[in-house]
Each structure stands twice: as structure tokens, then as C-alpha cells.
């Protein structure tokens, strides 16, 4: 997997790092400490070291895009993972890093940047993008959702997965739409629903099929 998508881990690994380089760019203009985390009315409410906002941040990233790949690779079933949702694996660090570099620095430098659109419009894509690819995911060790149940049985990792694909999409669309309506608990519960709905649900078809099996 690695050798076939070599061009595309080095461009996405290069992405992840350009906030540095604006960093850099720019260090002599931002403050120290800076803000890294916002509420959601985008109020900063937690601080950190100027040389961690700039480096810190996206070598973080960066260690995560590595170990996702890494994981991926050594599944046995890696075969079995969608083409697509493997791209959007690859994608997924990338594009966190530039959206994280534009509050934080948009805010460090005084701009106009409205972090509660740019998580909300984050968040919705993601969860809207793996709703659609998620059913496609055959039964592996890697992606998908990982519960005893679904890695033990197939025919409940592929209803859990379908399921969970609608969810997924209602979750994306509902973060969507909380950029226009501002309710403050909706965000919260579309991605606690789409978390927990799904693996009760395959609890539940565990629980089904083996008390039929005992029978």
C-alpha cells in the first residue's frame, strides 16, 4: 500500500506541514503564547506556546497521518478497505492541519476568522464523506467500526455498517446545518448519536443472533 500511494502519502505529508512554514513566515507577528482552543461561540479558552502552535501542532498531525497509514498497511484483510475511504484516510490529517492553521493563526493575527463555521463545516464534510463510503467497507481489521461483535461476524460488521452509514450522513448534515441555526446541544448529539447508536445497534444483533443460536 505504501509503495502504490507513494506520491500521494509525500504530497499529504508536505500538506500537513505548510502551516509551518507560514508560521515561519509569520513568527515575528504572533503572539506567544498563542490561542489553540476555542468555544463554541470561537472565545479562545485555552493557550499555548508559540513554537508548539507552530511546530508542535502539525508534527502531531503528521505522526497521526503515519500511524493511520501504518495500520492500514498492516491489516491482513487491507484488501478489503474501500478505495475511496482509503483516500479519505489519507486526506483527513491534511485537511485538519490547514483548517486548525487558519483559526489559529487568523485569530492570532487579528483577522476575521469564524472558527465555530470553519469546525462545524469540518466536521459535517467528514461525517457526511465516511456516511457515504462507510457501507462500501468490507469486513477488515482497521477501518470501520471496531467492536468484538463486528470483527467476530461479518453479516452484523455489514448491517452495523449500513446503519451507520445514514446515521453518519444525518450527523454530517446536521453539523451543516448548525452553521446556520447556532443551537448549542445539536452538534453534540449528532456526534454522540452517530457514536453510540451504531454500536448498540450491533450489541443488539449480537445479543439477537445468539440467543437464536441457543435455541
Not at 14 to 19: A, K, N, R
Not at 32 to 61: I, K, Q
Not at 136 to 143: A, E, G, I, S
Not at 170 to 182: K, P, S, V
Request: glycine residues 8%; contains cysteine; proline residues 5%.
Amino acid at each position: 500500500m505504501l509503495k502504490e500511494n507513494k506520491g500521494k502519502i509525500i504530497i499529504t505529508s508536505l500538506i500537513i506541514l505548510l502551516p509551518v512554514i507560514v508560521g515561519i513566515y509569520f513568527w515575528g507577528e504572533l503572539p506567544d503564547p498563542m490561542a489553540t482552543h476555542f468555544s463554541f461561540d470561537n472565545e479562545a479558552n485555552g493557550w499555548s506556546p508559540r513554537a508548539f502552535a507552530v511546530f508542535g501542532l502539525p508534527l502531531f498531525l503528521l505522526v497521526i497521518h503515519g500511524v493511520c497509514l501504518a495500520a492500514v498497511t498492516l491489516d491482513p484483510k487491507r484488501k478489503s478497505i474501500n478505495g475511496k475511504m482509503l483516500q479519505m484516510i489519507m486526506l483527513i490529517c491534511p485537511v485538519c492541519s490547514i483548517f486548525c492553521s487558519i483559526q489559529i493563526y487568523g485569530y492570532a493575527l487579528g483577522m476575521d476568522v469564524d472558527g465555530r463555521v470553519l469546525a462545524h463545516l469540518l466536521l459535517g464534510t467528514i461525517f457526511v464523506l465516511i456516511g457515504n463510503y462507510i457501507p462500501k467497507c468490507r469486513h477488515n481489521y482497521t477501518v470501520g467500526i471496531r467492536l468484538p461483535w463486528t470483527l467476530a461476524d461479518e453479516e452484523n460488521w455489514n448491517s452495523t455498517h449500513h446503519m451507520a452509514g445514514w446515521l453518519y450522513m444525518a450527523a454530517g448534515l446536521a453539523c451543516l446545518a448548525n452553521i446556520w441555526l447556532r443551537v448549542s446541544w445539536l452538534t453534540f448529539v449528532a456526534i454522540m448519536a452517530a457514536v453510540l447508536v451504531p454500536a448498540g445497534y450491533s450489541l443488539l444483533l449480537y445479543v439477537k443472533k445468539k440467543g437464536k443460536s441457543g435455541k
